[in-house]
């Protein structure tokens, strides 16, 4: 069965510095999906991120980058020079390709991020 | 592209009412997703289309709940009778195939 944890309930960091939410998952299939998604205080939620698992390069977004190891099943996600509006509850997400292509996503249980001013 | 659109964003209801949520997806997405978020539970899968057919309904917590999906572009959550433990906010998402997921904005469902 495929599970998503996120270790780190809560995170406060000062702004300017920088970051890192963990992830690690679990999964039986050798082709997976993983993403990340952000939830601001508004309450919507907005994706980030999608990495297959083919594909072990980082990925560098601005002040956002994602680390993806398969030798661990992490997927961590850094905020470079934090900002007060990074401050949001970030979800890491995992989705297995089934027989029929007929996934669903599994969420991790979120990290609550406050950049502090 | 208009996005995911849900409806109501708010409801309040008293506890024993019928309650509809409804969601258009993205249009050429064929899955479609219904989510429920809590603070006790987090976000919680409740059910999934695929090509308006329900794949996986395991996360319905009770015979309460049903969904439905007549055709591509809509589908409904009902409720039937609402208890106050339904209180969340419901998110309806939808994706093409195994590329992202997008979310509607949610519906906040109080049920007094």
């Known amino acids: 069965a495929q599970k998503v944890t996120q270790a780190q309930t809560e995170i406060s960091v000062v702004e300017k510095e920088d970051v890192t939410l963990d992830c690690v998952y679990e999964?039986?299939?050798?082709?997976?999906?993983l993403f990340w998604y952000k939830q601001p205080p508004s309450g919507e939620l907005v994706f980030l991120i999608r990495?297959?698992?083919?594909?072990?390069q980082n990925e560098i977004s601005g002040r956002y980058s994602w680390n993806f190891q398969k030798s661990t099943s992490s997927f961590n996600f850094t905020i470079t020079a934090s900002q007060v509006v990074d401050s949001a509850v970030y979800f890491c997400?995992?989705?297995?390709?089934?027989?029929?292509?007929?996934?669903?996503?599994?969420f991790g249980s979120g990290t609550r991020l406050s950049i502090r001013p | 592209d208009a996005g995911v659109i849900q409806s109501p964003r708010h409801e309040v209801t008293e506890m024993g009412q019928e309650v509809t949520l409804r969601c258009k997806p993205i249009?050429?997405?064929?899955?479609l997703f219904w989510y429920r978020q809590t603070m006790m539970r987090g976000l919680e899968l409740l059910i999934y289309?695929?090509?308006?057919?329900?794949?996986?309904d395991s996360g319905m917590p009770e015979d309460r709940f049903s969904a439905k999906m007549p055709n591509a572009s809509f589908s409904t959550l009902k409720i039937q009778p609402s208890e106050p433990r339904d209180s969340a906010v419901y998110f309806c998402?939808?994706?093409?195939?195994?590329?992202?997921?997008?979310f509607g904005p949610g519906t906040r469902l109080t049920v007094t």
């Open positions: 998402a939808s994706r093409q195939a195994n590329y992202e997921q997008y």
């Open positions: 999964t039986r299939d050798t082709t997976y999906y």
């Open positions: 990495r297959n698992s083919f594909d072990e």
């Open positions: 997400a995992l989705s297995e390709v089934g027989y029929s292509s007929a996934s669903k996503i599994i």
């Open positions: 249009s050429g997405h064929d899955y």
């Open positions: 289309f695929n090509n308006n057919v329900p794949i996986d």
